[in-house]
T-cell receptor, first 111, second 115 residues
Framework: SQQGEEDPQALSIQEGENATMNCSYKTSINNLQWYRQNSGRGLVHLILIRSNEREKHSGRLRVTLDTSKKSSSLLITASRAADTASYFCATGTGANSKLTFGKGITLSVRP | GAGVSQSPSNKVTEKGKDVELRCDPISGHTALYWYRQRLGQGLEFLIYFQGNSAPDKSGLPSDRFSAERTGESVSTLTIQRTQQEDSAVYLC?????????????FGDGTRLSIL
C-alpha cells in the first residue's frame, strides 16, 4: 500500500517560476524524503527531513514538514528546464529505513 | 565513485521463463533494497537486505519471486515462471546502513518485458 500521496499529479510551469509540490501521509514517520526521477533512470535523492525538523533547505530546494497535518511540501525556486522530471515523496518508518513511496508528480518546466 | 549498477538494463522474455536480475551496490553499503515500478506508478517495496540476511521479505508478491545477496555485495532477484503482470522496471537501491534516516542510492533499473 502507498503511504505518501503527492499533489498535484502533474504540474507545468514556465522556466523561472517556482514549483510547489505537496505530499500527505497516513502513519507516523521517522523521516520524509524527496526523490527525483528522470525518464528511464533511477531515483536521485534530493533531501531528507527528520520527523523533529520543520524546514530544510538545499540549494534551490526548500522542504517543509508538518507532522500534525501529516504533510510535506517541496518548493523548487527559479525553476529550470532541467528540473523537468517526476518527483516522489517517500516516508521512512521502522528501524530498517524501509521507504514507502507515493505515485509521484510529473513536473514540466517550459523553456 | 561508482554508483549502484544493475544488469541487464533491458530484458525481454517469454511468459513462463525464469529471469535473473543483478544488482551491484555501492561499495561499503550494507543495506540493499529491491523495488518494482510499474508504468506511471510509484515504487513497490519487494525485499531488503542487511548484510546477506533478508529481515524483511514482506513485499515479495508471490513465491515465484526470490532474492539473495552474497559477500555483502551483489544481489540477484529471481523471478520464476514469469507472468505478463511481472512486466515492470525493477530498481535496486543501497544505503550505508539500514538505520534511521539514511538516504537510498538507486541504480537505473532493469526494464523487464514479458511477452
Amino acid at each position: 500500500s502507498q503511504q505518501g500521496e503527492e499533489d498535484p499529479q502533474a504540474l507545468s510551469i514556465q522556466e523561472g517560476e517556482n514549483a510547489t509540490m505537496n505530499c500527505s501521509y497516513k502513519t507516523s514517520i521517522n523521516n520524509l524524503q524527496w526523490y527525483r526521477q528522470n525518464s528511464g533512470r533511477g531515483l536521485v535523492h534530493l533531501i531528507l527531513i527528520r520527523s523533529n525538523e520543520r524546514e530544510k533547505h538545499s540549494g534551490r530546494l526548500r522542504v517543509t514538514l508538518d507532522t500534525s497535518k501529516k504533510s510535506s511540501s517541496l518548493l523548487i525556486t527559479a525553476s529550470r528546464a532541467a528540473d523537468t522530471a517526476s518527483y516522489f515523496c517517500a516516508t521512512g518508518t521502522g528501524a530498517n529505513s524501509k521507504l514507502t513511496f507515493g505515485k509521484g508528480i510529473t513536473l514540466s518546466v517550459r523553456p | 565513485g561508482a554508483g549502484v549498477s544493475q544488469s541487464p538494463s533491458n530484458k525481454v522474455t517469454e511468459k513462463g521463463k525464469d529471469v535473473e536480475l543483478r544488482c551491484d551496490p555501492i561499495s561499503g553499503h550494507t543495506a540493499l533494497y529491491w523495488y518494482r515500478q510499474r508504468l506511471g506508478q510509484g515504487l513497490e517495496f519487494l525485499i531488503y537486505f542487511q548484510g546477506n540476511s533478508a529481515p524483511d521479505k514482506s513485499g515479495l508478491p508471490s513465491d515465484r519471486f526470490s532474492a539473495e545477496r552474497t559477500g555483502e555485495s551483489v544481489s540477484t532477484l529471481t523471478i520464476q515462471r514469469t507472468q505478463q503482470e511481472d512486466s515492470a522496471v525493477y530498481l535496486c537501491a543501497s544505503s550505508l546502513a539500514a538505520g534511521l534516516n539514511q538516504p537510498q542510492h538507486f541504480g537505473d533499473g532493469t526494464r523487464l518485458s514479458i511477452l
